[in-house]
């Protein structure tokens, strides 16, 4: 019992020890950073609002990369340069007119209504960058966003654990009894035993479970017959991690700026990666924070960028020196949703003549990661849409003289696409 004792007291003291230097590592780190962040934040918030469209604290982007500027260049000359550089260059400054000639005659912004304040501010994130947390969380995308934290397999073996414990106790609180002068029951495995002769010995079960057997086989058979050909819900892991929940949800992209063709042809088209580069030509790192799920991972800021470097791969663009070099690549885009051949589709005549939301067919594009098939796209599910909506008789002299004609016949008020003709085969098969 002593030796437990000891034992009990040496991991107590360990333990203890092991707090109190976490706690040390935690406040070192933490006082260790010699920065005001209350300066870098203001030098960040004026930077991304006034200086991130053309200039990268790493790299080139439209400007040259502004990391450390303060250790190439002297202070006044810098405040001077953003402040009206056509002036410094007018006045036969030789660093100004080479930087000018450097990057092609290209003007840059003055902001003459900055203070030295907010200049010097700037000039203080580019030399610090980043604010490090200290001991924070890395953030992963799996396990609540901390890396690090216990896989999901081991909280279910740990719950599948706790539940067997749990038997087992059972088990034994129940010998004990029975030990104790209890009656003796017989247990699970013995009133199943009981059950299943009784089972045995009734013919009016063994006719029952027949039938509900045939009738079970033949709802699951006609079932799975008719999902052939139905692929709800599918959704393929596409070759880039392109997130609608981003551009067309926080961004509010309009659909038909990249699937411009949905109002004008048959089909809605995919985007060539030259509309892509209309505007990450410009944007070659996502914002910070910024989560996209795709093919069950969480990618962060740091997966997202190598994502963007996949499009400037595909159109031949080198970021370093901002210049096509015309080698292009395909991005094989895995296509989602398809129609069988003998159905006929037309997206013009919906969107256009019709008015109908690509959300209507497509589902709530705008709030999904990874793009999946929203509807089941069957005859059934187009012709309860037919039944549904009622015709839009706006501009339309045609439309409105057949109509009234329909309307009588029918006796409605407004007639629906399936009364306009919209369930007859030749709609949609050829």
């Known amino acids: 019992m002593k030796s437990v004792k000891h034992h009990s007291k ?36 004026l930077f991304k609002s006034l200086c991130a469209s053309c200039h990268k604290l790493d790299k080139k982007l439209i400007g040259p990369a502004l990391g450390l500027v303060e250790e190439r260049r002297e202070n006044d000359w810098l405040k001077a ?55 924070g969380p ?62 045995k010995k009734n013919t009016f079960l063994h006719v029952l479970f027949v039938i509900f057997g045939v009738l079970m086989t033949a709802y699951v058979l006609f079932g799975t017959l008719f999902k052939v050909g139905v692929d709800q819900g599918y959704q393929p892991v596409q070759p880039i991690a392109f997130s609608h929940k981003v551009h067309a949800g926080d961004n509010k992209i309009d659909c038909q700026y990249c699937h411009s063709s949905a109002k004008h042809s048959k089909h809605s088209g995919i985007p060539s990666v030259n509309v892509c580069m209309n505007c990450h030509k410009n944007i070659s790192e996502v914002a910070d924070g910024l ?11 740091a997966d997202l960028d190598k994502e963007i470097a996949k499009i400037y791969d595909a159109a031949g663009w080198d970021a370093d020196k901002l210049e096509y070099t015309g080698k292009t690549k395909p991005v094989k885009w895995i296509r989602v949703h398809n129609l069988p051949d003998f159905a006929y589709f037309n997206h013009s005549q919906h969107v256009t003549v019709g008015g109908v939301k690509c959300q209507k067919c497509h589902g709530p594009v705008e709030e999904m990661d990874e793009v999946k098939q929203h509807s089941p796209l069957t005859m059934g599910w187009c012709i309860d849409c037919h039944k549904e909506t009622k015709v839009d008789l706006k501009g339309n002299e045609y439309y409105a003289k057949i109509h009234k004609e329909l309307a009588k016949k029918y006796g409605v008020e407004q007639v629906t696409i399936a009364q306009l003709g919209g369930k007859e085969c030749g709609k949609c098969h050829y």
Do not use: C
């Open 10 to 45: 040496l991991t107590q003291t360990l333990l203890q020890s092991l707090a109190f230097f976490l706690i040390f590592l935690v406040s070192f780190s933490t006082y260790s950073q010699d920065v005001d962040e209350a300066r870098q934040k203001e030098g960040k918030k």
């Open 81 to 135: 340069w953003i402040k009206d550089n056509a002036a410094l260059r007018a006045s036969g400054d030789k660093d100004a007119i080479a930087i000018f000639e450097e990057y092609k005659g290209s003007n840059m912004t003055a902001f003459p209504q900055l203070t030295d304040k907010n200049i010097d501010d700037i000039l203080y994130y580019t030399t610090v960058g980043e604010l490090k947390p200290a001991g």
């Open 138 to 199: 890395v953030i992963d995308g799996d396990n609540g966003g901390q890396k690090g934290s216990a896989p999901k397999w081991i909280l279910y073996i740990l719950a599948a654990a706790i539940i067997v414990a749990f038997l087992i106790i059972g088990s034994l609180l129940k010998t004990i009894s029975e030990l104790k002068g209890a009656p003796k029951t017989p247990g699970l495995l013995g009133q199943a035993a009981e059950l299943w002769e009784g089972i």
């Open 291 to 301: 989560q996209v799920e795709h093919n069950d991972e969480t990618l962060v800021k």
